[in-house]
């Protein structure tokens, strides 16, 4: 490390400090030019371009790998990494924010809480998300985390006059706090045990100090800190309450991005390369159990909620077991899995929640399954998108679900566990039934209420990218597939 | 034209149903009228296939194939053998007469309604022809929304319990069979070090025999409950029940013959030596006779009209199944043949008492009575379905289970014994159904006054009586079309069945074939 601040380590870093620049700029032309709450629309706009930039950033470096040949780029000493994994999911997490911010302006309008910071936060989120895909160091992945977790913390308790929502971000916010302490304490044992915070050197160390109950303690501290941020059992309790009382474009991206990237993060912890890889035989069988229970819970528990965004909730809890389900099976196939999984997961989600969104109108808070009956009659169009969304969030061909849950059954059987593969199909057949509660009211319920629903330019955008998507990758996904298959961690 | 035959059958409903989407609701007419011309058209569209099907020719014809998930090896592969010629016809046909059939039925949401049926005639088509595993899931699948759409929004009043019901089963089946289908993907995988859904390459699999165990039980769940066989027929009387008329008719028809069309298409020759294990052929036999028997009893006991028709479907199928596990020509042709009289039969029993539902709102046995004297038209009609369905000679029921029984006696006395007790159990629910509902003095005043037929409901049932009464006389046309696929099917399951000598031989020719109508 003989220079402290190299070009490359500028190139690698671009997309975070991108996101970073435009969050402060935000910030401040939100308190010197848009006083007026009606102007605030415009910091979307900002956003969409930072988003833009980012892109384009990505894009470069991903142009760098090809023409160089290479198949990863580091910085920092070996504390970032950029490679097809880390941009993959960074497009993840550009097109949650874009979708997010579009919808955004309109709902917190509704809301009464159209504030400048709110944009800023979400690109500051996504800078954090950046360094939980493209970080490759004990330290900088826990920074990463910190910061993606604090910007939701703040976004989640958003609605500052709405108990819910104060509610939730108190209980994401201990809970949150308290699982990171875990984290950081596995994190240390491996320190300990490697002498250095890098990844590679850590998973050095665990190889030639394996079956020491040391090994087993970073393993189990660290496994607990990470299944509470992807929400699966027996620490998903936070969830279905934070999501709940977000406010809703928060929630989905919750449900989205920040999975996405703590998905990103376990892969770079247990994935194939990842420092826990030489412990497999210890944590498979325990991961195994908690998946298990994780779609046991989720998809129980989702049958007989009546509120939609705890329905979605627990349906996201669910979905994190399959998604586990990939990391059991720990091949090519089932890392591909997830990141397929990741990627229609989050059109997918994201389109049901902006549907939850349109529902939600001035003196309506339209969250209740009650409120979508008969959605087909007045709103035809929303009603068909969500029974879209739905047949894609079951795995139903031809949806873009459908593909996520075939490369998850697939690196099972794979794997030969055909247990576990037997236990998630059936699980299919079950989480039919509670969003079919969604599709019954909507198609055959009796329409109560007529008021309009709520809608806005972006959010039109938003479900039309949502909705196409979803039913052009589930018809053809070839273009998809490819670029999963290219994302793999080696 | 003619290599794009078979996807324009396929896509013609789809492109119906695309271009009804951009009709205004309001045109309830004018939708009733394009969903109608769109479901003739299916038809005549699908008449050529009959008239250029080259019967000589074993394998597939009309054959369409490219790349479509080249990542995965999956193929947009479609084409047709006798087997599934006979079952498209029947779609096709059935299909544009449930259209028709629903044109006062039906005054709700009229759009969707017929939406929801194009889409599912496309899907049905579509699981027919596939020839590529990764297609027929998405079709199969494919099939389930329109269904459940059509049960639970125009249904009766347990509609919505019904139509979950029907959807969760299939799905359950159909999720454990996917994990049949990537089973064996993955092991070609292994075998041949590519990945492909074809079944002609997964064909070439050698699998050990309790691998195929495994994945014959799997695809036997997918299957078993489509057809249904018993003990995974309950949700089939709610769906039937809560059904409308159209949706009763499709279900029967050609929803149930997916199930039986994947045993003889995937099952057995995907799996050979599974489905000759004795274990797997036993249990097989056993729950189609239980089936057989089981279902023909319940219908003895029932007092709902729509009821004993759908367990009645329970005890035809049950024959359907026990011919494709005899494993020899006779059973599987007559099991096809039997899948095609029983859509036939058992779609016009279920237009039959659509017919007195719409005009009396009920299904009660006990409330009808000696209507023969109020709607004489209605009573042939009648007449003539229940007898094609209880078997007559002359009619289409009796040429399939005749056929059925050779096969099964060749397999199993016993089993034949069974099937034939549960042939003449079907001739007592469906007479005694006739005597009580048609025969006697109307005792009920409220079916004094009763219309007869319209034109248009006897046009819809005139086909099929044709049809019916067709293969009931002359055989021979439906046993060559199915010649070859059937002999294909038998020699990949059973190697040394046809190097069994002359006289062997000679006996594997189903009877009809020889000498028409026994």
Redesign the interface.
């Known amino acids: 490390m003989s220079q402290f601040y190299t070009s490359t380590d500028h190139f690698v870093l671009l997309p975070a400090i991108i996101l970073a620049l435009f969050g402060c700029a935000i910030l401040i032309f939100d308190v010197f030019w848009f006083q007026n709450p009606k102007d605030r629309k415009w910091l979307a706009l900002l956003v969409i371009t930072g988003l833009a930039f980012t892109g384009a950033a990505l894009v470069r470096q991903q142009l760098h790998l090809t023409t160089e040949n290479l198949t990863q780029l580091t910085g920092f000493g070996g504390a970032l990494t950029i490679d097809r994994f880390a941009i993959y999911f960074n497009w993840v997490f550009t097109l949650a924010t874009l979708i997010v911010a579009i919808v955004s302006y309109h709902y917190l309008e509704i809301e009464g809480e159209h504030h400048g910071e709110y944009y800023a936060l979400l690109l500051f989120a996504q800078c954090g998300m950046f360094f939980l895909a493209a970080g490759t160091d004990l330290v900088t992945l826990f920074i990463g985390l910190e910061l993606m977790a604090l910007c939701f913390y703040v976004m989640v308790g958003f609605l500052r006059g709405d108990k819910r929502s104060n509610e939730a971000a108190i209980k994401y916010l201990l809970l949150g706090a308290f699982s990171s302490g875990f984290l950081v304490y596995g994190f240390s044992i491996m320190y300990g045990l490697a002498g250095s915070t890098n990844l590679v050197a850590v998973e050095a160390a665990v190889k030639a100090h394996a079956g020491e109950p040391l090994v087993y303690l970073a393993l189990a501290t660290t496994a607990v800190g990470l299944l509470f941020k992807i929400s699966a059992a027996p620490f998903h309790m936070w969830a279905p309450d934070a999501y709940e009382g977000a406010p809703t474009t928060i929630t989905a991206y919750l449900s989205v991005a920040s999975k996405a990237a703590s998905f990103a993060f376990l892969l770079r912890i247990f994935g194939p390369s990842g420092p826990l890889a030489p412990a497999r035989d210890s944590w498979e069988p325990l991961l195994a159990v908690v998946a298990v229970l994780t779609m046991t819970i989720g998809n129980l528990a989702a049958i007989s909620q009546t509120n939609v965004k705890r329905l979605l909730a627990y349906s996201s809890i669910s979905h994190a077991g399959y998604m586990l389900l990939g990391l059991i099976a720990g091949n090519d196939t089932g890392i591909q899995g997830i990141a397929v999984y990741v990627l229609v997961y989050a059109f997918m989600n994201l389109g049901a929640f902006v549907v939850v969104i349109a529902l939600r109108r001035k003196n309506i808070i339209g969250e209740d399954l009650d409120d979508m009956a008969g959605l087909?009659y007045k709103s035809p169009g929303y009603a068909v998108l969500m029974l879209i969304f739905m047949?894609s969030l079951a795995g139903?061909?031809?949806t873009a679900g459908?593909l996520g849950k075939?490369y998850i059954?697939?690196s099972l059987?794979?794997t030969h566990h055909?247990l576990l593969?037997?236990i998630a199909?059936?699980y299919?057949?079950v989480a039919?039934?509670y969003y079919?509660r969604v599709v019954?009211i909507m198609?055959?319920g009796e329409l109560t209420e007529k008021a309009a629903l709520s809608t806005s330019f972006g959010l039109r955008v938003a479900l039309g990218i949502t909705g196409v998507l979803t039913l052009a990758i589930g018809v053809?996904?070839?273009p998809i597939?490819?670029l999963a298959?290219n994302s793999l961690l080696r | 034209m003619d290599q794009h035959l078979l996807s324009i059958v396929l896509f013609t409903p789809l492109a119906g149903f695309l271009i009804l989407l951009l009709i205004p609701g309001k045109q309830k007419e004018l939708i009733k009228i394009w969903a109608n011309l769109v479901g003739f058209a299916g038809f005549l569209i699908s008449l050529p296939l009959v008239s250029r099907f080259d019967k000589s020719i074993s394998g597939f014809q009309f054959e369409e194939s490219f790349d479509?998930?080249?990542?995965?090896g999956a193929h947009f592969h479609i084409g047709i053998d006798g087997i599934s010629l006979l079952l498209i016809m029947l779609t096709t046909l059935v299909g544009f007469l449930a259209i028709l059939c629903s044109w006062n039925a039906i005054d709700d949401r009229v759009k969707?309604y017929y939406a929801m049926f194009l889409l599912l005639q496309t899907g049905m088509i579509g699981v027919f022809v596939s020839l590529d595993f990764f297609l027929f899931?998405?079709f199969w699948?494919?099939v389930?929304?329109p269904m459940?759409?059509i049960i639970?929004?125009w249904g009766g009043p347990r509609k919505?319990y019904a139509a979950?019901k029907f959807?969760?089963y299939t799905?359950?089946g159909s999720?454990?069979m996917?994990?049949g289908i990537?089973?064996l993907?993955?092991q070609y995988h292994q075998q041949f070090g590519a990945y492909t859904f074809e079944i002609a390459d997964l064909m070439k699999l050698d699998l050990p025999l309790h691998l195929q165990q495994w994945v014959f039980w799997s695809f036997f769940v997918g299957f078993a409950i489509k057809v249904p066989m018993f003990p995974f027929h309950t949700w089939l009387p709610d769906a039937h029940v809560e059904a409308p008329t159209a949706g009763s008719v499709i279900l029967a028809s050609v929803l149930l013959k997916m199930g039986t069309y994947g045993f003889i298409r995937f099952s057995l020759p995907l799996l050979p030596k599974a489905s000759v294990d004795q274990t797997i052929v036993q249990v097989l036999a056993v729950l189609s006779i239980i089936g057989i028997i089981y279902g023909a009893l319940v219908c003895l006991m029932q007092q709902d009209w729509k009821k004993l028709i759908a367990y009645s479907s329970v005890s035809h199928l049950g024959f359907c199944t026990l011919g494709i596990f005899a494993l020899n020509p006779n059973g599987i042709a007559g099991s096809v043949l039997q899948q095609i009289n029983h859509g036939i039969s058992t779609g016009m029993l279920f237009m039959v008492i659509g017919i007195v539902y719409e005009r009396r709102h009920t299904r009660e046995i006990a409330e009808y009575g000696g209507l023969a004297h109020v709607m004489p038209k209605y009573a042939i009609i009648f007449a003539i379905a229940m007898l094609s369905s209880a078997g007559l000679p002359l009619l289409n029921g009796f040429v399939g289970e005749f056929t059925i029984l050779q096969g099964a006696f060749e397999a199993s006395h016993t089993w034949a014994a069974f099937a034939v007790a549960g042939v003449i159990l079907g001739a007592a629910y469906l007479l005694w159904l006739y005597q009580r509902t048609m025969l006697g003095q109307v005792t009920n005043g409220r079916n004094l006054h009763l219309p007869d037929l319209s034109l248009r409901e006897l046009a819809i049932f005139l086909p099929l009586i044709a049809w019916g009464i067709w293969i009931g006389l002359y055989p021979k046309p439906y046993f060559d079309i199915l010649e070859k696929p059937v002999q294909q099917i038998v020699e990949r399951v059973r190697p040394d069945y046809y190097q069994g000598g002359p006289q062997r031989a000679a006996a594997t020719k189903p009877a009809a074939l020889q000498g028409g109508v026994q």
């Open positions: 087909m047949l139903i061909p031809p459908f075939y059954f697939l059987i794979e055909y593969a037997v199909t059936l299919v057949a039919i039934y079919f019954k198609f055959v053809y996904p070839e597939l490819r298959q | 479509w998930i080249p990542s995965i969707e899931y998405v699948e494919l389930l929304v459940y759409f639970g929004v919505l979950i959807f969760l799905l359950a999720v454990l996917l994990l990537l089973t993907y993955f």
